[in-house]
Structure formats: structure tokens, C-alpha cells
């Protein structure tokens, strides 16, 4: 079997990012990769109803599939109209009907985060901290402990300096995940959106209780909180949208 025959026999088996990097191995890939009908079958996996038109799309099917296979890149954002100066934070924590945490936090407190992780954490929460991704962390100072025979729950209001209105972030929302490798014990409610924006919905609100084990067994040491919007939000001018866009009261 020549090569040009084990190619032509293996490239319908491949996904569609596999083929399209086959393309640029060589000129005798290349060709064979960009036969139209391996792009119509991929598209027919993809989209079965668009290969029942009448007549073929304009342009290839190798066409298609490039520019309909993945979501487009996130479009710039306008510079967003909150700042963290403008905003502060209302974080109360309960164990069982007992409050055991309850501060309110300036936004910048927050945009700063952590920036010395404490000693003696685990390295993957120190990596989590540290790494590129974009997190709002609040050190806690003291630090409290919590036992894990216990409901812990919590509830994050957020308020704007200047319009002096409040929004619900998070409603009394119960720590039932508690991931022991990442030290992290982690709660969510649904963020509520002004009604100005009916298309936008099912984002939730994460917080974590960040925690190194503590010398009484089921007991944990509570030394930080973050908050993110990863479903949504993974930069600083993505969230601050994100808090514009709350039903704000």
C-alpha cells in the first residue's frame, strides 16, 4: 500500500483540529487533507442538517468547518464603569446558626488579594494562588477554624459607593464541597441580573474557604476566602461588567 493510499485510508478517521494540522506537514498531506468531501463529512458529524441542502454552501466545507467549529475569540471589551474603589463587599459566614465570620471589605482589598501565600500550605493551592489566573482573594486575619462535622454557610452582598445601592451575590449558600487535595471548601449561588439584561442568566457566584489542616482531626484553619465567576468572567474588567450588570437595589 503506498503512502498516499495509508492516508487516504486514515485522515476520514481523524477529528477536524487533527486534520487541519496534517495540512501543514507537506505538500502531498496538504493536498490530500483538502479534499472537500473529508470536510463535508466532518461538518455532517457536526451539523447533519446543512449536507441535506439542495444545492452546496458557496464556499468549501473545509471553509465551514474553520469558521463555525469553535466559538470566536472574546471581542474587546469597553473599559467597564465600576472600579474596585467604587465598590465594597458585605461577607458573613455562619456555622450552624452560629456567625463566625463577618466583615465588610473594600473592593480594592479584594483586587489586591493575597500576595504572600502563608507558610506551611499545600504547593497545589500555593500554585492556584500564584498562577495566572485571575482570583479575588481575601486574607483572613485572624483566621478562624471550622469543624467539618458542621453546616457551614454563607452570604455576600455587594455595595456601590456611588449610588449607594446593594446587590445580592450570594444567599445563604451552604459549603457542601469540601476538595481535601486543593484545601479548598467551596459554595455558589445563581448571580440575579437587572431586568435590563433578560438574556443573561445561569452565572454563578463561587466562594471558597481556603484552609491547611488544623491539629484537632475534622477540624480545618481557615486562613483565606476567594470569590470568581469563572462560568463567565476570568479578567478584572470582565467581572467588574459582570457586577454592573447585578440587580442592583
Known amino acids: 500500500m503506498s503512502c498516499e493510499e495509508v492516508l487516504k485510508a486514515v485522515f476520514p478517521l481523524l477529528e477536524g483540529t487533527d486534520l487541519a494540522s496534517c495540512m501543514v506537514v507537506s505538500k502531498q498531506w496538504r493536498e490530500i487533507a483538502q479534499d472537500d468531501y473529508l470536510w ?17 454552501p458557496t464556499v468549501t466545507y473545509y471553509k465551514v468547518f474553520r ?10 471589551l469597553l473599559p467597564p464603569r ?22 465588610v471589605v473594600p473592593g480594592s482589598v ?16 500555593r500554585y492556584h494562588l500564584e498562577g495566572p489566573e485571575y482570583n479575588m482573594t481575601l486574607p483572613v486575619e485572624p483566621r478562624f477554624t471550622v469543624p467539618l462535622s458542621q453546616t457551614v454557610s454563607v452570604s455576600v452582598l455587594v455595595g456601590r459607593k ?30 440575579d441580573f437587572s431586568p435590563v439584561y433578560p438574556f443573561v ?19 480545618i484553619d481557615v486562613f ?26
Not at 442568566?201 to 477540624?219: K, N, P, Q, T, Y
Open 40 to 56: 463535508k463529512c466532518l461538518c455532517a458529524k457536526r451539523w447533519p442538517s446543512i449536507c441535506k441542502r439542495p444545492s452546496p
Open 67 to 76: 469558521t463555525f467549529h469553535k466559538r470566536q475569540q472574546r471581542r474587546t
Open 82 to 103: 465600576l472600579s474596585f474603589n467604587d465598590l465594597e463587599f458585605y461577607i458573613d459566614i455562619w456555622t450552624e446558626e452560629r456567625l463566625i465570620f463577618s466583615e
Open 110 to 125: 479584594l483586587q489586591n488579594g493575597i500576595k504572600i501565600p502563608p507558610p506551611g500550605i499545600c504547593d497545589m493551592l
Open 162 to 191: 456611588d449610588s449607594n445601592k446593594i446587590a445580592c451575590i450570594i444567599n445563604k449558600s451552604i459549603f457542601d464541597y469540601i476538595d481535601r487535595t486543593a484545601y479548598r471548601a467551596l459554595a455558589f449561588d445563581y448571580l
Open 201 to 219: 442568566s445561569g452565572i454563578r457566584a463561587w466562594i471558597s474557604l481556603l484552609f491547611m489542616d488544623h491539629r484537632s482531626e475534622g477540624v
Open 224 to 249: 483565606g476566602i476567594e470569590m470568581d465567576f469563572c462560568d463567565a468572567a476570568n479578567s478584572e474588567e470582565e467581572v467588574l461588567w459582570l457586577f454592573d450588570m447585578l440587580d442592583w437595589k
